[in-house]
């Protein structure tokens, strides 16, 4: 079935250091996809979207990188922060047209100052 | 804008009660949902809409109802609490289902024991 999952539930990253959050997808239909950043007690935030016919995109500090062949989703953060601090989820149209998003149990960004 | 508000942000039923979650936007936004998060387990999918007047389950709509008589509301009734329904409720609008980008309200913790 669809699903939309991750690789490690935690993540502990240094203060300036690169982080990389990865998602598997299921679905090889889906053509659509996009990164939300939850912080305690807030509603998701969209951070970066990304669709089937890219690779990869930038935005401020973060890129996303999208590997078809594998069906494999990452978030990279840059000079990671510590208001990076958050848990962080994919989330995935499995059909194309107005299906609603599918979303991934999440990850869990800690950044050590 | 005030963007997508939510009332309460928290409340404590009885097992059998019911209430009304209320879910109101200001963007003139077509599509609206609603979504619980527990703990490990992501956001699910309860119920959604693509337009007034039109209302389609989610993922776990059992022992919810609702109703998107305006563009801006859509409120999420529970018609008899059950402690299975403790969780953070939140709800979320976009232009359109597919390749959107959904704004989240602030959540409102339900407890029912």
């Known amino acids: 079935g669809e699903s939309v999952g991750l690789h490690l539930p935690t993540l502990s990253v240094q203060e300036g250091d690169n982080s990389i959050i990865n998602c598997a997808y299921s679905?090889?239909?889906?053509?659509?996809f996009i990164w939300y950043k939850q912080e305690s007690g807030k509603g998701p935030q969209f951070i970066i979207d990304?669709?089937?016919?890219?690779d990869k995109r930038q935005g401020q500090r973060v890129t996303v990188l999208l590997n078809k062949t594998v069906k494999h989703l990452s978030l990279q953060i840059a000079a990671t922060q510590p208001g990076d601090s958050a848990v962080y989820f994919c989330a995935e149209i499995p059909n194309s047209g107005n299906t609603p998003l599918v979303f991934g149990k999440g990850t869990r960004l800690s950044v050590i100052a | 804008n005030a963007g997508v508000t939510q009332t309460p942000k928290f409340q404590v039923l009885k097992t059998g009660q019911s209430m009304t979650l209320q879910c109101a936007q200001d963007?003139?936004?077509?599509?609206m949902s609603w979504y619980r998060q527990d703990p490990g387990m992501g956001l699910r999918l309860i119920h959604y809409s693509v337009g007034a007047g039109i209302t389609d389950q989610g993922e776990v709509p059992n022992g919810y109802n609702v109703s998107r008589s305006t563009t801006e509301d859509f409120p999420l009734r529970l018609l008899s609490a059950a402690p299975s329904q403790t969780s953070v409720y939140f709800c979320?609008?976009?232009?359109?289902?597919?390749?959107?980008?959904?704004?989240f309200g602030p959540g409102t913790r339900l407890t029912v024991t």
């Open positions: 963007m003139n936004h077509e599509y």
């Open positions: 679905n090889s239909a889906s053509d659509y």
């Open positions: 990304i669709r089937s016919n890219m």
């Open positions: 979320a609008s976009s232009l359109g289902t597919g390749a959107y980008e959904q704004y």
